[in-house]
């Protein structure tokens, strides 16, 4: 009596479920039946398909698809139709019922339903579409001209309400019902209950956890979406021990330059970008006014770029903008990359691992015509553009007023641009008007009016209208208004715009070996191996006989003689002995000098303010002196006297008054007299100069938490 009942119930499973047969859908003739594992028909091949529309083509429960006239009905293996062919899709769902859609009579469009395998409708025909999801089904249906996703059982009952962006299968038992961006709630298919309420992000933590996100907050849920921690962390792991911690909440206290704090935050970092503050958290990032006021709608996953009024931000692998000043979001695009540059969005899309560029407006709008392979930046009211491999230049509308013909481009200077073409090399206006035709010799603009021919055996400087000004053998660059030609032996010669030597009256070779502090009153030359001076008529002024010198001033001239530093006066008296190891060029009639690697102050006079005692000394915007010793950081003015002892780790000047210091691991400030502002208690300090705030950061710290 057991055998039987266990043979009857094997024979019932294997009924129900319709394991115990393999089956073969074939052709005869262009129409498609279903054979048995003996080769026996089944279904007679008289249909247009046998299956199921989900692609599967074996019988569940006994019963499969048909199509004939393209509908689908339902026949089981016996050959007996079941239902006429009349459902626009029809795949099975359970317990001899099956999902089917009917198109409406007048949209033509698939409602969705459940069917048993007689035909009798168990879920009735208005859905959008329904997803099988182990005992329930994902439904979408339309409220207030808006779509939406529910949830129901398998008899149609309404398990989660129709309100949700999206609803998915996170594991086994639970699924995730979006209700926005950064918002959802979680469903214990197999309880048939809501857990909690709102979250914002869940992940996968090993086999049995997984990390839930409560805005910023995380904690710890099992497989079955019961909750072991309460979301009250900045983060959760487990150690190389196994065993699980989490790390309490980042605070960034915001203080005043009166040293109160007038508001405290919580979240990853705070960093200054532009006129604003970015926020990060666990949900993403966000920006913050100058009263600490959210001024974006949303988290974004990243915010990329802040220009003027506009934010480029990246959601879900899509940028959009958001336009602070109108306090709207401009529909989302996607790009594999973008970035924003003078108001136009540069968006970069994947082709075969080659990246395509297009250009938009902040409005959102697509301004280029073509993808190209570079848009280059805004310049001279055009933007230099590759299309195909050739360049060409496009105006801030998106029409190629230069078509993409030419090898090589150069931006636009006083409406003319250098470019190669077919290995030539030419110069065309912005109407694409040949100004220079092309030459062999490589050219390039001095002015508007000249250029240099470069053919590799000869340099000519030459009109625009092709005058022949100079030539020479020798290459030629153009450097401070002036034109200087390099001699096969290494020395220099100017050349005046209208071709003449400048330097050849008051020389013998009419050259030089090497110049520079073109831009002084006061020219350093070299000839011989010697630096000397000349003016600017290139009469000479000190005599060539230094190692090397530094900048002229009239009180006092850096020089380098036997390998080591000293200064003269204009008339070429020493009034430094050369025994420094360098000093430093003079900025505010200050030099840093060294001397067996330690650092001190000089004046342009040659009187030693501080003597060289320190490892290191900066020159500030302030016109202070950072200095350091003994790895310890402090504050000298620029007459030597000590405003900050060296005994800091870290020491930033701001332009308050203010002195951000590290001591001992944590950040304070004081003021540039030394005196207390900020006790040293915080992790990091930052300050933001346009509203005179400090943002202090207190990191959260590790804890070891129990998970059951």
Not at 326 to 336: A, G, N
Not at 677 to 691: F, G, M, T, V
Request: some cysteine.
């Amino acid at each position: 009596m057991r055998f039987l009942a266990a043979l009857f119930l094997f024979l019932f499973s294997s009924s129900v479920f319709g394991v115990d047969h393999t089956y073969n859908v074939v052709t005869v003739n262009g129409k498609k039946g279903l054979k048995d594992e003996n080769g026996n028909f089944v279904i007679s091949p008289k249909y247009d398909d046998i299956g199921w529309t989900n692609g599967e083509n074996t019988p569940v429960d006994g019963v499969i698809g048909y199509q004939k006239d393209e509908k689908w009905g339902l026949i089981n293996i016996r050959n007996q139709k079941l239902t006429l062919s009349k459902y626009a899709n029809l795949q099975p769902f359970q317990g001899h019922t099956y999902i089917a859609a009917i198109k409406g009579k007048f949209s033509q469009r698939a409602f969705f339903g459940v069917v048993n395998d007689k035909g009798k409708s168990i879920i009735e025909f208005k859905y959008y579409s329904l997803k099988p999801i182990n005992q329930h089904l994902i439904a979408l249906s339309k409220y207030d001209h808006q779509f939406v996703y529910g949830l129901l059982d398998a008899r149609g009952q309404v398990a989660l309400k129709f309100k949700y962006k999206e609803i998915h299968q996170v594991s086994e038992h639970l699924l995730k019902a979006e209700l926005s961006h950064n918002s959802f709630h979680l469903f214990n298919a197999t309880k048939n209950q809501r857990i909690g309420e709102k979250y914002t992000a869940i992940k996968q933590y090993d086999d049995e956890h997984s990390l839930i996100q409560v805005d910023q907050l995380v904690g710890v849920l099992d497989h079955q979406g019961d909750v072991l921690v309460t979301p009250k962390f900045e983060a959760i792991k487990k150690d190389d021990r196994g065993k699980w911690l989490g790390k309490r909440l980042t605070n960034w206290a915001i203080i005043n330059t009166d040293n109160q704090v007038i508001k405290e935050i919580s979240c990853n970092s705070l960093t200054i970008l532009d006129d604003y503050l970015l926020m990060k958290t666990t949900m993403g990032e966000e920006l913050l006014g100058s009263k600490m006021n959210k001024v974006t709608p949303q988290p974004f996953d990243k915010i990329i770029h802040v220009s003027g009024n506009k934010v480029l931000y990246k959601n879900d692998n899509k940028y959009g903008i958001y336009d602070l000043g109108k306090q709207h979001l401009i529909e989302s695009i996607k790009f594999d990359t973008a970035y924003i540059s003078n108001q136009y969005i540069y968006a970069g899309r994947k082709y075969n691992n080659n990246m395509k560029w297009a250009l938009y407006d902040t409005f959102g709008i697509k301004r280029t015509h073509f993808d190209y392979e570079v848009i280059e930046k805004y310049q001279d009211r055009l933007f230099a553009v590759k299309r195909k491999g050739y360049w060409g230049f496009m105006d801030r509308q998106g029409t190629e007023v230069v078509h993409c013909v030419y090898d090589e481009v150069s931006e636009f200077k006083e409406g003319l641009s250098v470019v190669r073409y077919h290995g030539l090399y030419g110069v065309i206006n912005k109407k694409n008007s040949w100004v220079i035709l092309p030459q062999e010799g490589k050219i390039k603009l001095v002015n508007e009016q000249l250029y240099l021919s470069d053919d590799e055996s000869t340099t000519e400087l030459r009109s625009i209208h092709g005058e022949l000004i100079y030539f020479t053998d020798n290459s030629i660059k153009f450097e401070n208004g002036r034109l200087i030609e390099i001699l096969s032996s290494g020395e220099q010669r100017i050349i005046s715009l209208s071709g003449v030597h400048l330097n050849n009256k008051k020389t013998t070779s009419g050259s030089y070996e090497y110049m520079k502090y073109l831009e002084d009153d006061m020219i350093a030359v070299k000839r011989n191996g010697r630096f000397g001076f000349v003016d600017k008529q290139y009469r000479l002024r000190i005599t060539n006989r230094y190692e090397d010198v530094g900048h002229f001033h009239k009180k006092g001239i850096p020089i380098k003689l036997l390998g080591k530093w000293g200064m003269i006066n204009t008339q070429e008296q020493i009034i430094v002995q050369p025994m420094y190891d360098s000093i430093y060029s003079p900025k505010n009639g200050i030099s840093i000098i060294t001397l067996q690697n330690l650092s001190g102050l000089m004046d342009v006079g040659g009187k030693v303010l501080i003597s060289a005692k320190y490892d290191q000394i900066t020159l500030l915007e302030s016109g202070e002196y950072l200095v350091l010793i003994d790895k310890k950081y402090g504050l000298i003015s620029s007459d030597g006297t000590q405003l900050v002892n060296a005994k800091y780790d870290e020491l930033i000047r701001l332009d308050n008054n203010s002195v951000i210091v590290k001591k001992r691991g944590k950040y304070g400030t004081i003021t540039h007299q030394g005196i207390e502002a900020i006790p040293n208690i915080y992790d990091k300090i930052s300050y933001h100069k346009k509203w005179q705030l400090f943002f202090a950061k207190n990191e959260g710290e590790w804890e070891s938490i129990i998970v059951p």
